[in-house]
């Protein structure tokens, strides 16, 4: 009899353990967005802010932007394919009027990802979106100067440059080129605009954001 229990109590954690692993990135991160929708009703139509971390992490982004009926569903640590998996839980549900995306960041830190396969990723997840919302304005915002990434940086540079000349053909779109406005007049990083880790912004960096954005906006 203990044998049977024990058995089944192993074959219950292996299960577990194994459930564990087959989950997608981010899938306790999304279920926790689903949920935290249940309790609360999200805008109808907002201006929709996606993306990772430097997206998760504004903090007062629906404070700055009030006029604006926005909504973030940023997801932190998030790469450019896992925005594309979670298109039908943090973008589709919610029919924005307009979708302001923020990601590519956290691809080019491997090594394997070249520029051009920040673009390629980049034109599925357009591509994807456009399947279910084919005339929603998107505004992209282009990766930004960490200087925790500035060994990164000429591939965050080719990154942004072909992912504008991608956008510049297509519909309902706009390209809001952060990249400079977050340097020196010399070209190198200015620290002062993130906090410890030299990668996520403080209120600082965000400002430089939010006058860089505000005009791209589409009010209710």
């Known amino acids: 009899m203990k044998k049977s229990l024990l058995l089944i109590a192993l074959l219950y954690f292996c299960t577990l353990a194994v459930s564990a692993q087959t989950k997608p990135p981010f899938w306790d991160d999304v279920q ?4 935290y ?9 907002p201006v929709l ?10 903090d007062d982004l629906t404070q700055v932007f009030s006029k604006y009926n926005v909504l973030n569903r940023g997801i932190g640590g998030a790469v450019i394919n896992d925005i594309t998996y979670y298109l039908n ?14 990601v590519g960041e956290n691809d080019i830190v491997n090594d394997n990802v070249t520029a051009d396969t920040v673009l ?3 034109k599925a997840l357009f591509k994807a979106i456009r399947t279910k919302l084919p005339n929603t304005p998107v505004a992209y915002i282009s990766i930004k100067p960490s200087p925790s990434r500035d060994k990164f940086r000429a591939k965050a540079v080719a990154s942004n440059e072909l992912i ?3 956008l510049s053909g297509e519909a309902n779109t706009s390209y809001i080129d952060i990249f400079p406005k977050m340097l020196t007049k010399e ?3 200015r620290n002062e605009l993130f906090v410890g880790d030299m990668l996520h912004m403080n209120a600082e960096g965000y400002a ?9 906006l589409i009010k209710p």
């Open 32 to 35: 926790t967005i689903k949920k």
């Open 37 to 45: 929708d249940q309790m609360f009703k999200p805008p109808v139509n």
């Open 49 to 58: 802010f996606v993306g990772s971390s430097s997206i998760r992490k504004w």
């Open 89 to 102: 839980d943090v973008v589709f549900p919610y029919q924005p009027r307009q979708i302001v995306l923020y």
């Open 120 to 122: 390629n990723r980049t």
């Open 164 to 166: 504008k000349q991608f």
């Open 187 to 189: 070209g190198r990083s």
């Open 208 to 216: 430089i954001w939010q006058k860089a954005v505000k005009p791209y």
